[in-house]
């Protein structure tokens, strides 16, 4: 009954390998959202889909590329990982891309690039 | 630019204290304001938001105030409990964008002894 999940809840790879993420809400929202916290826990968001479109991008690498095959599912594709891509993925979503609807994350997923 | 920022990195209380987690923007734009709660190992979990009509919102052991002149956010925790110590960020929502997009503070741990 998890609202928002993400796979895997840890993933462990070396550099320059090519390795995806996946989001899923249950929630029945529009929009979904990819943020990456750094060590020092700053949270910045990357992306943003709004019915499988993309509305934000954070200038993001074009290693990362996310994909929304429909609207309770968002990917993050990351080619080439680098260690700096090393991180906490969260995936978040709401119910309305404007306006002040409450975004709900997942468990986040930890990214470790040897 | 766009920041919102936080006083005090650590808070160290009581069980049975208030708690006073401070955030400071700099948008004046801003029209909505998120506080979520992380533990360790977990996403982000929503405690409380406001809108910029607003002043003061509250909700179970929590309060949530908005000085717009200074631009000051806080956040109360009433009877602080052990179960409360974790990471809490403060979000804004930047309403010169047709999007949500929430920028983060930097986060202010809180640790409860008991």
């Known amino acids: 009954d998890t609202a928002v999940s993400q796979t895997p809840k840890y993933l462990v790879t070396q550099m320059g390998n090519d390795k995806s993420i996946k989001c899923e809400q249950n929630?029945?929202?529009?929009?979904m959202y990819w943020y990456k916290q750094d060590s020092k826990k700053f949270l910045k968001i990357m992306f943003s889909?709004?019915?499988?479109?993309?509305?934000i991008n954070e200038t993001v690498p074009n290693r990362f590329s996310p994909k929304s095959p429909d609207k309770a599912h968002l990917n993050l594709h990351i080619n080439s990982l680098e260690l700096g891509d090393s991180a906490v993925y969260f995936c978040?979503?709401?119910?309305?891309?404007?306006?002040?609807?409450?975004?709900?994350f997942g468990p986040g997923t930890r990214l470790l690039v040897l | 630019g766009e920041s919102v920022g936080l006083h005090l990195p650590t808070l160290s209380v009581q069980e049975g204290d208030n708690s006073i987690i401070n955030c400071a923007y700099s948008?004046?734009?801003?029209?909505?304001f998120i506080w979520y709660k992380q533990e360790s190992g977990k996403g982000p979990q929503f405690i409380i938001d406001?809108?910029?009509?607003?002043d003061k919102r509250q909700g179970q052991r929590v309060t949530v105030l908005l000085n717009k002149t200074v631009k000051h956010l806080s956040l109360q925790i009433a009877a602080t409990q052990p179960g409360d110590s974790a990471v809490y960020f403060c979000?804004?929502?930047?309403?010169?964008?047709?999007?949500?997009?929430?920028?983060f503070g930097t986060g202010t741990r809180l640790l409860v002894s008991p």
């Open positions: 979000a804004e929502n930047n309403a010169n964008t047709g999007f949500q997009k929430l920028v």
């Open positions: 948008n004046s734009a801003s029209d909505y």
């Open positions: 406001i809108r910029s009509n607003m």
């Open positions: 978040a979503s709401n119910k309305l891309a404007g306006g002040q609807e409450t975004q709900y």
């Open positions: 929630l029945g929202h529009d929009t």
């Open positions: 889909y709004n019915n499988k479109e993309l509305i």
